[in-house]
């Protein structure tokens, strides 16, 4: 369909592309988001992989150009399907429980009228996630974070509020949903081979839209680990490139290795304390705080920006969630790099595709 508005007029023409499944919770406020858009020039077209509720309702009760895939195959063929069909010369991605502002599309169809070099550009979480529970306070906050504090042009791209122009993600041949049948980091995948092509991508800070996920801590993990932390350490593997980009900066591999030998100097207290082992407690407990000193004083940014939007006990609870992050983060990629290195299959990386993904 085509929404009209009658403030901003520009001359290019994009193809807003929503990969859905089962979308009935959100779909409705993502498509109304839509309507309300400033821009004028615009089709939306929703691409639906599969679903067995009322998905297709939802998307035809707005006008939306609907497609289905013949099979589940998950966002990014979902998106490449869309994109096949789209009509506009900038294809934007956006994800079906994501509420963008009225001034998105005019942002980035600016972006690129005024950039003509540039062939990506995306934005961030705002940082008023829709669900009020602290695990999804904590994890949308923290990539709002992230991406409003990285460079402006980082070598990925994030497809829950992107676009790309069409001839470029054609001569790329998309998203690579042959390996990723789920949501994953097909996006990311796609941006490092944009960038390494000599291609330029734009983080435009002002593009902040509203996530409406519930994240519970079972579904945080399943998805950081299996669908995020496993994929991003083969793909780096594979590559032999670790970018200094978002949460891969220095000061977060260095807290993912201190976190580690937290837990080391812990477990061998714990031993001491046992009897299992005799070593001198005061050495150890010197070392913890040493280390705990180390994690506050890398990460003192990020724990000032949690106080400052949600107060000191959202804060505390954030600096423990946040080691935790870096440590399955860092026991994942030790784990995919050991089993690189000797050779092995990892076999979660065919339990990633068979697992079903999180609501």
């Not at 949903?177 to 996006?187: F, H, N, Q, V």
């Not at 991508?201 to 579904?219: E, P, T």
Request: net charge positive; with cysteine.
């Amino acid at each position: 369909m085509t929404m009209q508005s009658s403030s901003l007029q520009h001359t290019v023409r994009i193809s807003v592309i929503v990969p859905v499944r089962n979308g009935r919770l959100h779909l409705a406020r993502c498509l109304e988001a839509l309507t309300r858009s400033e821009y004028s020039d615009f089709e939306v077209i929703v691409v639906d992989d599969c679903s067995t509720d009322t998905t297709p309702e939802i998307a035809d009760r707005y006008g939306a150009r609907r497609l289905r895939t013949p099979r589940t195959v998950g966002p990014g063929g979902a998106r490449n399907l869309g994109a096949q069909q789209a009509q506009g010369e900038i294809l934007v991605f956006i994800d079906s429980d994501v509420v963008v502002p009225p001034e998105t599309l005019s942002l980035l169809a600016k972006d690129f009228s005024r950039n003509p070099d540039i062939a990506a550009v995306f934005g961030s979480y705002d940082d008023t996630p829709a669900w009020p529970t602290f695990i999804s306070q904590c994890k949308n906050l923290m990539h709002h974070y992230v991406h409003q504090i990285s460079s402006e042009s980082p070598v990925t791209f994030w497809a829950g509020c992107g676009a790309i122009r069409k001839s470029v993600f054609d001569e790329a041949g998309g998203f690579d949903e042959a390996k990723y049948t789920l949501p994953s980091i097909e996006d990311i995948a796609l941006g490092l081979q944009l960038t390494q092509n000599g291609r330029r991508i734009f983080l435009d800070k002002r593009i902040q839209v509203k996530h409406l996920k519930r994240w519970s801590f079972q579904n945080l993990l399943r998805a950081d680990i299996f669908y995020r932390a496993i994929p991003w350490s083969q793909l780096i593997l594979k590559t032999r490139h670790l970018p200094l980009d978002l949460n891969l900066k220095y000061s977060s591999r260095i807290s993912s290795l201190l976190v580690g030998l937290a837990l080391v100097v812990c477990g061998l207290m714990a031993l001491n304390l046992s009897g299992l082992l005799r070593i001198p407690l005061l050495p150890l407990f010197a070392t913890l705080a040493f280390l705990v000193i180390l994690l506050l004083a890398l990460n003192w940014a990020t724990y000032r920006f949690f106080h400052q939007k949600r107060g000191l006990w959202f804060a505390a609870r954030a600096v423990v969630f946040h080691w935790l992050y870096y440590l399955y983060s860092g026991v994942t990629f030790f784990c995919c790099a050991a089993l690189y290195f000797a050779r092995l299959p990892f076999a979660s990386e065919h339990n990633a595709n068979t697992l079903t993904p999180g609501d």
